[in-house]
């Protein structure tokens, strides 16, 4: 029997209904833009770039703005193009169509391209590439081949300062720590003093430790250079953390563009839902003043975007671990069972299946352990509003549908 959510948590709903307002003039743009920063420089430009392997379309119709000053992180599983988009934005790749341009002009199209030693870009490769028989000075000083020694030296002292290594100038690239070495890197590739940075999976060569610790220095050191970079990779975590927008690209395409706040709160389709973080949805019936849920019926502002123009409407609703808590009762209160328990450290994952075959998770404290195939009732516990989407079936068109009646401009953003 669906229980009514609304009335034992005014206060949160207070929140969301002010979310909800807020909503309605969005201060930032759906890629995570900020009207305010309208003036800002666009960098670096993909329009419409294309790129062929043989049969294979690795990137397709790909367009994408980079601002001046943004750490910028593409974004996506293994084999989505990622690579191939920063190979082009460097000039290791041609585009077989759609055009590049940097600082305004066209540096590559389908019919040529300008060579990475001839654009203004500095590259940060995965595994370093420093040279091993060069001390760290000698390494930061290699791309300063039109400056006279004196200027060289002044920008060697201020890029070992800006990265911490002074103390070790004289040191070869085998004495130094791996997060030592990717400061050295990093320092080398912005000694010219690049239009834009590029990093290729920055972090992959390090160890789990050291990649935490590094994601912030390395954030720290590129806001302090005040330089334009973009970066790749496929961990969430890293992406949402270091970036000021994340472009999340799937089979070649892009997704989604927006703040990492944007893209993993208000996700625009169900791949950017699951691929940043565990997701489950709620099979939900908009009838008009509520959302009829298999746990219990929610008010319409708890969904981002959500207005009475959409009454009647199937939607799926997207619920993360921790919007949901899990409580064991009788079988006859239950919404459904647990059937898989996953221990994280901080916390334990449940996996409930709800009576009517949806499958969600529900996040719990480490020391609350609840057991696999118990009967629970599911709540929800978010202070966010939720993101939605027209059922799954229905939204490749196959059957008359909720789709039609649900238009684009509801889908979250
Ligand atoms: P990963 O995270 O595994 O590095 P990615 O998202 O960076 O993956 P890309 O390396 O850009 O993906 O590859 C995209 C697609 O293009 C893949 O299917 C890959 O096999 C193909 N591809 C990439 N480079 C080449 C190449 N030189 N020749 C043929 N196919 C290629």
New binding site residues.
Partial sequence: MPRDLEHDDSETMDEIDSQSMAAAEPRRRSDGTDPAETDRETVLELDGVVKE??A?T?VDSLSLSVREGELLTLL??????????LRMMAGLECPDGGEVRLGGEVVADESGHVKPENRDVGLVFQDFALFPHLTVAENVAFGLTEADDEETARRVDELLDLVDLSGHREATPDELSGGQQQRVALARSLAPEPEILLLD?PFSNLDVRLRVEMREEVRQILKEAGVTAVS?T?DQEEALSISDRVAV?ND?TMEQVGTPESVFEHPESRFVASFLGQAGFLSAWHEEGTVVTPIGNFAPQRLNGLTTEYAGTDLDVLVRPDDLRATVVDESEADGHIIHRQYTGPSFVYRVELDNGDVVHCQHNHVKELDIGKPVRVELDADHTLAWYPPEDESDGKSESATERVSESARPR
């Fill in positions: 392997y043989a294979e690795a996506g599983p293994s084999g989505c193009g990622k690579t191939t988009t999976e790749v496929h690209m070649g």
